[in-house]
């Protein structure tokens, strides 16, 4: 429990650092594309002793890796496109629903944790409970867009294609959550290579980010912040030990993403809302409340077999 732990408290560091960028006139886009060469930095830092980084082109796994690399980053700017276009509500539901994805794989396809037969009534019913609560705690009356800074996702709401960004949303979020599951159960053999598939991962999130950010420049779109580099630092750190924590927890859990990410999902609900309350001063709504007391019941659904070891 304690890389879950872990990734959980980074994540949610991860949404503070984007809840306080528009105080400081940090440029969201420019943070995201910078916080990624930051991760690399700190992955190689990280990298065991006696281990270096090296990329082998022969492998399939270092071609999934980089292409994951480039999902993580499309994600990124596809959810703030969403956010800005569409609303935070719209938003934050496809991204914390989008669990239902690769738990689904989980359960069904890769059959992980015992397959089907390793969960019984109570963990399913935690599973639907999980599903409901992430909707009612994350609902939220839609506020006025002020944020400016994020000039490239500025767009009139609710209009055309944009209906189907929530959906894209949910996609990806789903679709890169499971192919991690599936590169750690099948492509990271022990510990001590997880730090390598993850700065292959990394690898193609800086390669795309900066392309997408010289192309900016170059049409005059953009013009390079200092600030964002300050932000891409406290992005960049807390974003790859996050990462870097979730790929652990799957480890430690018989790479059973059934049982670690609605954990996951559910806890970095309740901490955020809990800080959320103690530092921005937000207020719950009566749907809010009820949605993170099913939250806990979900919690101990999914995860009581786990917890009775423990008592």
Not at 86 to 111: D, K, Q
Request: charged share 5%; net charge positive; with cysteine.
């Amino acid at each position: 429990m304690l890389f879950l732990s872990l990734s959980i408290l980074l994540s949610v560091l991860l949404l503070l650092n984007f809840r306080v960028f528009p105080r400081y006139d940090v440029n969201t886009f420019q943070a995201i594309v910078f916080n990624y060469p930051v991760c690399f930095l700190t992955g190689l830092l990280l990298l065991p002793a006696g281990q270096s980084f090296t990329i082998d082109f022969s492998q399939t796994w270092t071609w999934l890796a980089l292409g994951l690399g480039v999902g993580f980053i499309l994600t990124f700017l596809l959810s703030g496109a969403s956010t800005q276009r569409m609303g935070i509500t719209a938003t934050s539901l496809a991204n914390n629903l989008s669990m239902v994805i690769p738990v689904c794989f989980s359960l069904f396809v890769f059959r992980t944790g015992g397959g089907t037969s390793g969960f019984n009534t109570l963990n399913y019913l935690g599973l639907v409970l999980a599903v409901v609560a992430v909707g009612l705690s994350t609902y939220k009356k839609e506020p006025a867009v002020s944020d400016q800074s994020n000039a490239l996702f500025l767009k009139p709401p609710r209009s055309g294609i944009n209906v189907l960004l929530p959906i894209g949303v949910f996609l990806f979020y789903g679709a890169t959550n499971t192919m991690i599951n599936y590169m750690n159960l099948h492509y990271i053999p022990s510990a001590d290579k997880t730090i390598q598939v993850t700065l292959t991962m990394v690898l193609g999130a800086v390669v795309a980010g900066l392309l997408m950010l010289i192309v900016r420049v170059i049409q005059g779109k953009e013009t390079v912040q200092a600030k964002s580099l300050i932000g891409a630092v406290t992005l960049g750190i807390p974003n790859f030990l996050s990462f870097y924590t979730l790929l652990l927890a799957l480890s430690a859990f018989g790479s059973n993403g059934a049982f670690v990410y609605p954990l996951y999902n559910i806890g970095v609900i309740l901490l955020a809302a809990l800080l959320a309350a103690l530092f921005f001063r937000e207020q719950l709504s009566t749907a809010n409340k009820i949605g993170l007391g099913l939250a806990v019941l979900a919690i101990g659904l999914i995860s009581w077999q786990e917890l009775a070891k423990v008592v």
